[in-house]
């Protein structure tokens, strides 16, 4: 083939499968491969170490497979400085822009590899080369004046790796099943809740009216009351319906006690939104004692944030929604950068839209009744995601029963 190019990658990349993975790709977009060098470390902590030679018809399809292997860590043999442009219109990106993946990266600047600050997917790179450093900037953001990443060279990202103390969630990250024991799902989630408190990480959950619907609003409030949640994320069905049970005792007009339609039940939500709009917000409302129980009202209570992202079939909305979706973005991306793990509890748009802030490092649990919801959250890397295909409610109730048990 007529055109070609080296490349290096280095870690753990038979254990992790990136060796296998990077010659996939290079095949699968029809290019062909020829191992130069490859030095297998020999113990579990040993790093290995490829060459490989990626060949192609032209240079658009080399430039193609390029860009798919860089995402398993792949580096040219021979690295030179990145290149930059000036930003020349707010919020306009130069054409050939850096599109980052949600993996640590590292940029080169005058010689040295200085680490992108904040991972995040779908964004370009800014940098300072003065200052020597590098952050990513959504394309909103960016600034006229602001230099810009482009190109490929120069720019170094950092694979996913399984994790090497041994915490072995292979048996669930497999495949998306709802054939799974739950008993041992949930063992697992609850040791991971743990193990990211232990580490210091913040819990992020990401909520969606079933919570409410299924009558597990109690459990995650108790979750959030034993600090096991540092932060709520949803949208006004998930508020608006939480406070409809605390102030009328129905979640979408049914009595949660009886799970019969209550007459004019419809109407409740409405009501409850139009009773906080009345006092200002639901903090609000929990200081005047109109709010006196439910998921919200824990929330204030132990000074737990929440972030409510409005939607165009919102009803009211709650004054606490910010109706912005760019403005709801920055404060949800406020939020993200000290996680570690994330629940994903029934909302396929709000969990994508966090999904999107994530770095890769982040672990996350994705609860969904719908396998195919389950399949398409739970599939950002083989190692730290979660699928659990079944109803929230059940789910909820057995890890916050759990979590309590272990003490
Ligand atoms: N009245 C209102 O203002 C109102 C009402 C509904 C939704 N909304 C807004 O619309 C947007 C989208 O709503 P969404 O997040 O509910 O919808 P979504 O479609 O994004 O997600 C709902 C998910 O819940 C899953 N689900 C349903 N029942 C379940 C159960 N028992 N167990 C597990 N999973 C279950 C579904 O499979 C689906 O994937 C949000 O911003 C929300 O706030 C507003």
Redesign the pocket.
């Known amino acids: 083939m007529p055109v070609f190019e080296d490349v290096v990658l280095e870690g753990h990349l038979i254990d992790s499968l990136i060796l296998p993975q990077v010659l996939d790709d290079i095949l699968a977009s029809e290019g062909t491969h020829q191992i130069v060098s490859l030095e297998i470390g020999h113990g579990r902590e040993d790093v290995s170490r490829a060459t490989i030679r990626i060949a192609a018809e032209t240079d658009r399809q080399l430039e193609q497979i390029l860009s798919m292997v860089q995402r398993h860590g792949a580096a040219p043999a021979q690295a030179g400085d990145a290149r930059t442009e000036t930003v020349q219109r707010d919020g306009v990106l130069p054409l050939d822009f850096y599109s980052t993946t949600n993996l640590e990266s590292y940029v080169r600047l005058h010689g040295r590899w200085v680490g992108v600050a904040a991972p995040e997917m779908d964004c370009a790179i800014l940098v300072d080369p003065e200052a020597m450093t590098a952050r990513t900037v959504p394309m909103i953001e960016a600034r006229r004046g602001d230099q810009i990443v482009v190109g490929r060279s120069g720019i170094r990202v950092v694979p996913l790796e399984r994790d090497r103390r041994g915490r072995n969630f292979e048996f669930m990250t497999s495949t998306v099943s709802s054939e799974k024991p739950k008993a041992l799902v949930v063992g697992e989630v609850s040791r991971l809740m743990r193990s990211t408190r232990e580490a210091g990480q913040k819990i992020i959950a990401v909520a ?3 919570v409410v ?2 009558g597990s609003a109690p459990a995650l409030a108790r979750l959030a009351r034993e600090g096991w949640v540092d932060v709520v994320f ?5 508020a ?1 319906h939480d406070i409809e049970v605390a102030l009328f005792g129905t979640s979408l007009g049914v009595s949660v006690t009886e799970g019969t339609p209550v007459h004019g039940g419809h109407e409740h ?1 409405l009501r409850a939104i139009n009773r906080i709009r009345a006092e200002g917000g639901i903090s609000q409302a929990v200081q005047a004692g109109v709010l006196r129980e439910g998921l919200f009202y824990e929330l204030v209570k132990a000074e737990v944030p929440f972030v409510l ?3 165009v ?5 709650l004054p606490e929604v910010i109706t912005d979706v760019i403005e709801a973005q920055s404060a949800m991306r406020a939020h993200v950068g000290d996680a570690g793990l994330c629940l994903m509890l ?5 969990s994508i839209a966090t999904g999107n802030l994530l770095p890769a490092r982040v672990h996350t649990v994705c ?4 396998p195919a ?1 389950v399949t398409k959250l739970a599939d950002r890397g083989s190692f730290q995601a979660i699928g659990v295909v ?4 059940l789910f909820l109730d057995e890890l916050a029963d759990r979590l309590a048990e272990e003490g």
Not at 390 to 393: H, K
């Open positions: 969606g009216p079933a619907h299924t949803g949208g006004n069905a998930i608006a939500h992202a409005g939607s079939r919102d009803d009211g909305p029934s909302t396929m748009l709000h609860v969904d009744i719908n919801v079944t109803d929230v409610g």
